[in-house]
């Protein structure tokens, strides 16, 4: 047999494939969608086979070639490289940049060892086919409904499960999960489910709900948690079919799944789901493009859905079913009250930044045997330290932020760059040993309850308190059983989480966020009040009838966005949301893209930025000025962005793909990257 010519895509940034010789090998016939080893510049890496041929623009005698392929393992499906594919042209990335990376580390490794292991684990682990569910439990009217409608669906709809916190959609999942199996047992074929988490914390709860309701079916989970040979081995029993649930973060949506006929995407509206670095994708957007592509259902569930897919649900575009009411029987939504910490009114007696009538709320709590949950989105003892005698602030010195205080560790961090130091003795500036925290922290927050509620047991659950891997489904383990009297918390203890004795929610400092220069900054803090306030309350009430409350501090009680979070009216604070956006021409009305610049000097990243505006010569697209980004210096590199918009999304994705020929054509030191659909601007 001749020497075939191999097109690999590689992890370079480089916008092409490259072509390598095959000489057959010990009878290896090498396949499209299989891994090779190859040479590149003065290394050896692994690629994938895109495509073969017997013609090259590169002569025959200067192509290299390649060393192995990776034949013991099933090849990538052909579907699986259509997505990376879409992903690619999308996202304006080379395809080795998406497929790639999305592949486990060992994978992607020169030697085998790994894959040969995981492998034998895989062909010596019996497949059971039972996907009977155990102990499911009996559906209310309304899950029902959804459920069956679900279990209805025929090719391809996306449908928003719009349920308030509570209502149960965990349950309505797992009764669709286990409809898509028994049928596709029934019709004798095999089929996958992937469900979606934004969070690595939320995985195991899930993962122990699923393994129970379905002992007998192989259960997958996927996130950047896992340690590399775990990864592998769970990755490999859905790339094979093994696995029949395959649970995971917003990588798994790049997961190869031969038989998927379902796809679940939980907490949809979640930023958690766009990736921030590299490719910069968002996990939901292909998951309802991989539904559209395979022909197959794919529900996004929330209790406070993006605006994105309000507007499609208005549209007609989704199809919508609602939970308007908590499963359990007697459990009812928490009573939401506003603590005045308004300047014009009497002043409200605080405690290191703790109102007396939320202090009082959680001594009534502990008196009862019940939890409570103080939400604050800011880890560390205080966001700064500062010297009253001169002015000095902790500024971190490679970036325009404040470096953080974690007073027990006695360090200043900086929350950006890494960059940390040991807390001055006296200020740098003047020598004044009297310096003072500003600000409040999860830490701050912890000390102060510790000298109010000696007797109680208190928890800090966030970045700082959970570093060691597993400490944080211990702590969600030791609040489950009852073990924490007050929890304290950031956004990691916001969503997803079933506590049960917990009937009592403080929110923290949540002013600053209405009047952030994002416009989409009302938006996350409505399904963030939202998404924390639904911790409270989800058992049935009890028989003194005290039902849980949600107690929010604010110097701007009557502001519109609390009336809507004290009214639970998501619908209405929507729909106010989307005709603003109309009117401002803001997403989703408009489609968006950002150029990002980093360089030494900001002057360097603006000039560069300038020069990608002149390769700018379309009617159709609106460009903005070059700016600093609002974050300008980070870890001692200075950045700048460009955003470009457009009211039409074909339009915007025909000029992209102009632009960037244009862009990677330019000379120039700066580093720089598109992000299309950005969500921080």
């Known amino acids: 047999m001749d020497a075939r010519i191999l097109q690999i895509a590689l992890d370079t940034p480089l916008d092409n494939s490259f072509d390598y010789l095959w000489q057959p090998v010990d009878g290896v016939v090498p396949q499209v969608g299989q891994l090779a080893l190859v040479p590149f510049g003065r ?78 684990k895989l062909a010596a682990a019996a497949e059971n086919a039972d996907v009977t569910p155990r102990d499911a439990p009996v559906l209310n009217r309304a899950q029902q409904t959804a459920a069956d409608a679900i279990a209805d669906l025929a090719g ?55 393994r129970a309701r379905f002992p007998g079916v192989t259960v997958a989970t ?30 798994a949506i790049l997961a190869s799944l031969p038989h998927l006929k379902l796809i679940i995407v939980d907490e949809e509206h979640d930023p958690s789901y766009k990736q921030q670095e590299g490719l910069r994708y968002s996990a939901r957007d292909l998951a309802i493009w991989r539904a559209h592509q395979l022909a197959i259902p794919v529900v996004l569930g929330s209790a406070t859905p993006s605006l994105e897919t309000w507007q499609h649900v208005q549209s007609g575009r989704y199809r919508k079913l609602e939970l308007r009411e908590r499963a359990v029987a007697d459990a ?75 007073k027990r560790d006695r360090r200043l961090r900086c929350h950006h760059c890494g960059f940390e130091q040991r807390i001055p003795l006296g200020c740098p500036d003047c020598g004044n040993v009297d310096l003072q925290p500003l600000g409040q922290g999860t830490q701050r927050v912890e000390e102060t309850l510790q000298a109010i509620f000696p007797e109680a047991r208190i928890l800090r659950i966030d970045a700082d308190s959970t570093r060691r891997k597993g400490s944080a489904q211990q702590a969600f383990d030791a609040v489950h059983r009852g073990e924490v009297d007050i929890l304290i918390g950031t956004q990691m203890v916001a969503k997803g989480h079933d506590f049960q004795n917990l009937t009592l929610v403080g929110v923290l400092n949540p002013d600053t966020a209405l009047f952030s220069h994002d416009y989409r900054a009302s938006e996350r ?21 005290n039902a849980a409350e949600v107690l929010i ?20 604070f929507a729909g106010e949301l989307l005709d603003e956006r109309r009117q401002a021409c803001f997403p989703p009305f408009m489609y968006q893209a950002l150029l990002r610049a980093e360089a030494r000097e900001l002057q360097q990243a603006l000039d560069f930025l300038r020069a990608a505006v002149a390769c700018v010569d379309n009617a159709d697209i609106t460009v903005n000025d070059p700016v600093p980004m609002t974050m300008t210096r980070v870890a001692n590199v200075d950045r700048a962005q460009l955003l470009v918009e457009c009211g039409s999304r074909p339009a915007l994705q ?26 921080d601007i």
């Open 654 to 679: 025909a000029f992209l793909k102009e632009w960037m020929t244009h862009l990677r054509a330019m000379k120039t030191r700066v580093r720089w990257s598109l992000e299309v659909d950005p969500v």
């Open 222 to 251: 996927l996130h950047s948690g896992l340690a590399e040979g775990e990864r592998l081995q769970h990755w490999m029993a859905a790339h094979t079919g093994h696995a029949r649930i395959v649970l995971g973060t917003r990588l």
């Open 156 to 210: 391809f709809q996306p449908v928003l499960l719009y349920g308030v916190t509570g209502s149960g959609k965990t349950e309505v999942y797992l009764h669709a999960v286990a409809h898509m199996l028994a049928k596709a047992a029934a019709d004798g074929q095999a089929a996958q489910v992937l469900i979606l988490v934004p969070e690595i914390n939320l995985t195991p709860q899930l993962d122990a709900n699923v």
């Open 332 to 406: 009812v939504l928490p009573k939401v009250g506003l603590i005045d910490l308004e300047r014009k009114a009497p002043r409200e007696q605080l405690t290191e930044g703790l109102s007396a009538t939320l202090l009082a709320a959680v001594r009534k709590r502990i008196e009862r045997g019940e939890q409570s949950l103080l939400f604050l989105n800011r880890r560390g003892y205080a966001p700064v330290l500062n010297c009253d005698s001169c002015g000095w602030i902790s500024n971190c010195t490679r970036c325009s932020a404040f470096m953080v205080l974690h």
């Open 43 to 120: 290394r050896e890496t692994v690629g994938l086979i895109i495509g073969m041929s017997q013609e090259s623009d590169v002569p025959r005698e200067k192509l290299k070639a390649a060393l192995a392929v990776r034949s013991q393992m099933p090849p990538l499906s052909a579907q699986w490289l259509d997505l990376c594919a879409f992903a690619a042209d999308y996202y304006q990335r080379p395809l080795g940049e998406v497929a790639l990376p999305g592949l486990p580390k060992n994978l992607r490794g020169i030697k085998t060892t790994s894959l040969d292991k995981a492998l034998k």
């Open 525 to 545: 803090l409505f399904a963030q009040l939202m998404q924390v306030a639904g911790r409270a309350g989800r058992a049935a009430q009890k028989e003194d009838g």
């Open 553 to 572: 501090q604010t110097r701007y009680p009557h502001h519109p966005l609390y009336a809507a979070v004290r009214a639970h009216d998501y619908d209405r």
